[in-house]
Each structure stands twice: as C-alpha cells, then as structure tokens.
C-alpha cells in the first residue's frame, strides 16, 4: 500500500480534494462525477437548501484507482490497521508504558478484532 493510500486510510469521509489529488483529476470533475452517479466512490447528500455533501469511502477510492475488489481492498485495510495498532502496542511495550502480560492481552484483542 503506498503512502498516499496510507495517507487516504486516516479519513473516516475522504475530502474531495485529497480524491481529486489521488485520481490525478480536478475537484470539479469529481463532484460532476459523483453526482450523476458516474464515480462509484461514494455518495452526494443534498440538504433542504440543495447544497450537495459529498461523502467518499477510502475503501471505494482505492479500489477504483487499483482496480482491485472492493472487498480485497477492504481486507488489505483492515491488515494495516491491525498492523499498526501491533506496532503502537510493541512501541509501548519497549518503552515499558506496558508490561508483557498487559502486551499479550491488548495482542490478542487486536487480533481477534
């Protein structure tokens, strides 16, 4: 997984900026896209005032840049998640902020996630 993908990971809603940057294309191309139901990245939200919301998964995104699955790209995911947390947790075991038995807890909890 590259660093932008990383990068894109960290949003709960990817903004369509950081889309637009990924896909090499404009912010305006993106929510054209999106709301003609064109760019299957995520969904437009209109509020009463008709102002548009425009709510775009990473999963979704990286997938379409890829062209890996969806649900592959879900597992890759959710890998480097867990991946990291392990990382977190062996930095706090190092640095004593945890002792082993409390490391092997918050291991099997992240594993088991």
Request: charged fraction near 35%; glycine fraction near 2%; include cysteine.
């Amino acid at each position: 997984m590259s660093d932008k993908e990383k990068e894109i990971l960290k949003y709960d809603n990817v903004p369509v900026r950081v889309a637009a940057e990924y896909l090499n294309v404009s912010q305006a191309f993106i929510r054209w896209q999106m709301k003609h139901n064109e760019l299957l990245i995520g969904c437009v939200k209109r509020n009463p005032q008709g102002k548009c919301r425009y709510y775009i998964s990473p999963a979704k995104l990286i997938s379409y840049k890829t062209g890996k699955d969806y649900n592959e790209v879900k597992e890759e995911i959710s890998f480097n998640v867990k991946y990291e947390q392990l990382i977190k947790l062996k930095e706090l075991l190092d640095k004593d902020i945890l002792d082993k038995e409390e490391f092997e807890q918050e291991k099997r909890k992240i594993l088991n996630s």
